[in-house]
Structure formats: C-alpha cells, structure tokens
C-alpha cells in the first residue's frame, strides 16, 4: 500500500487559490456526498479530506501538479452515478468533482460533431444531437443524470450498444489532464488514424487512472426517419434468452434487445406505481427496430412477431414506449428500493452462453439463499445481476456476497466472459482482477499505469492494486 501525505492548512490554501475557495469543501458531512457512488456497501466508502470543483482544465491541471508535488491522491467524478464504486477515493485526499465544467460548446449539425465539457448530462447531449436532427448514440440506463466523462471514463454501453456501440464508438476525440498535470487532447476529426498508439481509446474505459477527461469531440449520426418499439412477452426466462440468438440470426438488425426477468418488471413495476403488460407471469424481451423506410419497418416488426411467437411468446405488442422504458431505466432504483443492502453485477458473456449463463447464476443465487434480480443487454451478452440479500443475515453478507461473487465470477471466465461489460472495475472489483484476470495483461495494465503516473496519485485502488 502507497503511503500518501494528508492534506494540510498549506495544501487547502492553495487549492483555494487555484479555483477560489467557494469551490473548496472541507465540513465532513457535505463531504460525506463524495465518498461514494451509487454502491451501497459500506466497505466502499471512504470519506476524502476535501472536494474541489474546477471550471478549466487549466486549474484541474494544477491541481494535480500540486497533487503531485505533495503526494496526494485525487479521485476525479462525474455525477456519482457509478456501479462500481470508481468514483470513492479509496486514499482518502482530493475528490476532483467536474459538475461545474458542464458546457456544451458546439454542435456543428453540418459536420455532424459535438463539443461537449465533461460535466454535461448525457441527456442534454443526447437532446441537443435531436434538435440539431442528429443522433447521439450512447444511450445508458442512467442518462438522466450521468455524465458524459463518466460515460467515456468507463467506456458506458447502454441500450443501443447492440446497434451502435458503446461509448468509445461515439467519440472522436478527448481533452485529457494526464495524471502529472499536462494538458492535450488525443483523438481528432479523423475517420482513421496510424500514426502511433491509439492513445484516446487507451484513457477511454479506464477509468480515471491515466488521465482526467475534461473535454470530448462527440460523433453525431443520422436521425432514423422510422423507429417502432415491440415487447415479447413469455412465460419463462428461457424462452425468452432462447428467442434473443434467434433473433440476431435473423438479422432483424435491433437498435436494441433488452431482457427483463419477471422479478424485475415487478418491482419496476411496484417502484414506478405503474401497470405492466403481464407483469404477473411475464419475462420481456424489449426490442426497438428503426428503419429509414416504412414498409421495410413493417416487414421488420412482422418478422420479429413469427420469431418470437415461434419460441413461445405469450404476445408481441406495440407497447406504451415510454412506461415499458421506463420500468427499463427504473430498475436501479427499483432495486435499492426493494433492499438496500445488495451488489449490482454486469458480468458480459458470448450471446451463444447467454442461455446457459442464465441458468446458473439463478442456480447459484439460490444456492446460497440469495434472491436475484435481473435484466440484461441480451444483444450483446451483458448481464446486469442485481444479488438482493435475501435471507442472508446482516452480520453475514459480506463474506456470503464474496462467495457469491467468486462463484459466478469463476463460472463467468470458464465460458469466456468477463466481469464487467460496461460499469467497470472501480475499487469494487479491484481484487477480483488479480484473481481472474490473465496475470500478463494485468502486468502490462499496471506498468502502463506505472509509466504515466509514476506518483500512482490519480484515483488509486481502481481497476487493479499497484505493489
């Protein structure tokens, strides 16, 4: 473990020089906000000595050269909405927030690009692309209030990453503050690049660890001119995962393709004070097709209507878009209402397991008397496990979630997954990558880390431990 110095009278004054001292939080129970994100496990809170919240690059570029000078570590934050408890400052010191850099600086609707700070909401990202009749593709379950650098820090996925990838897909280029203080942007307005190391791809999905995103050039695309959301609604879960390859085999070509356990769409159904289709007895399969022709929609949704009636649908509806994604995008919340003490998992796994992977992390939640909960981007394989403490008694739910855990993560790898598709590693899962990641690559991931941050000063304990 990296000894760090605390940050002293000194240290506070000149943060407060660099970005004034309305912008300096010190009083313990504001600062108790940013000692976390949305995990609600109490051994991944940990409170910082102060928060910081920068308006430039230039003054988070020295706040991290004085960072570096006195050997305190510097936990950078979007909005909080993290599942993996990345944005806790695990060392203590500086939370480095970026809600106040939150300007959207251009749309060029003729070039089809954005220029956003990183503290704006995915959602006015996305609302902007459509009033310039574009599309911003990335589209997270927690676009309402995420950030875009958050999104990009982690390399978010969402409900459309089946169609259109995920984040690192919609950009074009970062302004980055590197981990000793410089100032550059990697990327550009460049279709294709071989001119070096890919090093805007290398930052994005990493969390915070090699540099603090503070700017990003946004890809725009085309509006569909059609789109039509249809729910499939089945009996069992496994209908419903057997449909999914089907599905893509056919090439019906889904925007998106999500999965709702009936666990799931009850309490989103309960949490939203809402009434579900069959949200008694169904499993949903929610899938959005567009099209830029309206016949070729319709041959679309008829296609998708055979498949899944084929493989045991109780019905294939065109639902209230806006309640059925909705109960999607509540599930989080519908989760922590049901039981706070729980672990959110977003383990990815090759489309051909899905069925399979289903099946047994039921049977291993059961196994230990855990209750789960789950809906997934059955598209591209990426499994979100909501373990609910069950009849798991208080006292021991933090050694029965570890063998939990190690169970599913164990069964994860056998088949080719990975632990993560889109929420990241965070402090969460740091421990668990030096038990099944590939030892090589952990090697190069830590020397790179190493490399470029020579002090291990930004956002230690994330991802992976350093010796």
């Known amino acids: 473990m990296k000894a760090y110095n605390k ?30 994100d949305e995990v609600t496990d109490s051994r991944y809170q940990h409170l910082p000595e102060a928060a910081v919240f920068p ?35 695990i060392y203590g010191g500086i939370v ?17 690009y954005m220029v956003v700070e990183a503290g704006v909401k995915t959602q006015d990202v996305q609302t902007a692309a459509k009033e310039a009749g574009l599309l911003y593709a990335g589209d997270p379950s927690s676009g309402d209030n995420c950030f875009i650098g958050g999104n990009i820090a982690t390399n978010a996925g969402g409900n459309k990453a089946i169609k259109y990838g995920t984040t690192r897909q919609q950009v074009y280029a970062i302004e ?13 307005l460049l279709n294709k690049s071989t001119s070096g190391y890919s090093l805007e791809q290398l930052v994005i999905g990493s969390e915070g660890t090699l540099g603090i995103i503070t700017k990003a050039t946004l890809k725009l695309i085309p509006l569909p001119q059609y789109k039509m959301d249809l729910l499939a609604v089945f009996p069992d879960a496994e209908a419903a995962i057997d449909t999914v390859f089907k599905l893509l085999k056919a090439g019906v070509d889904p925007t998106s393709l999500e999965y709702m356990d009936n666990g799931a769409v009850k309490i989103c159904a309960r949490y939203l004070k809402e009434s579900l289709p069959h949200q008694q007895d169904g499993n949903y399969l929610i899938i959005t097709i567009e099209t830029n022709d309206e016949d070729a929609l319709d041959d679309k949704a008829v296609q998708i209507d055979e498949i899944c009636n084929a493989n045991g649908a109780i019905a294939t509806l065109v639902p209230d878009s806006k309640k059925i994604w909705a109960a999607r995008k509540a599930f989080g919340d519908a989760v922590r209402e049901e039981s706070y003490i729980h672990s959110s998992e977003d383990m990815v796994v090759p489309v051909k397991h899905l069925p399979h992977a289903m099946k047994e992390i039921a049977a291993i939640c059961a196994k230990h008397s855990a209750v789960g909960r789950t809906v997934a981007h059955a598209g591209d394989g990426n499994i979100h496990l909501n373990i609910l403490q069950g009849d798991i008694p208080a006292e021991a739910w933090p050694t029965k979630i570890d063998e939990i855990l190690e169970e599913l993560l164990a069964f994860t790898y056998r088949i080719g997954g990975k632990m993560s598709g889109e929420h ?10 030096h038990k099944f990641a590939d030892p090589v690559q ?15 000063i930004l956002n230690p304990g994330t991802v992976f431990l350093m010796e």
């Open 442 to 456: 952990l090697k190069m991931m830590q020397a790179i880390k190493k490399a470029v941050d020579p002090n291990l």
């Open 176 to 188: 980055i503050v590197t981990p000793t203080g410089e100032i550059t942007e990697l990327g550009g």
């Open 55 to 89: 308006e430039t690059a230039e003054q988070v570029a020295e706040i991290i050269k004085l960072a570096n000078r006195e050997l305190i570590p510097v936990t950078p934050r979007g909005a909080g909405t993290g599942l993996a408890a990345g944005a806790a400052p």
């Open 7 to 36: 940050i002293n009278e000194a240290v506070l004054v000149s943060l407060q020089a660099i970005v004034g001292e309305k912008n300096v939080v010190t009083d313990a129970d504001k600062l108790v906000t940013y000692s976390q």
């Open 96 to 112: 480095l927030g970026l809600e106040k850099m939150n300007k959207i600086l251009e749309v060029n609707a003729e070039n089809m």
């Open 424 to 433: 990241g590693i965070g402090s969460k899962r740091a421990k668990w990558m």
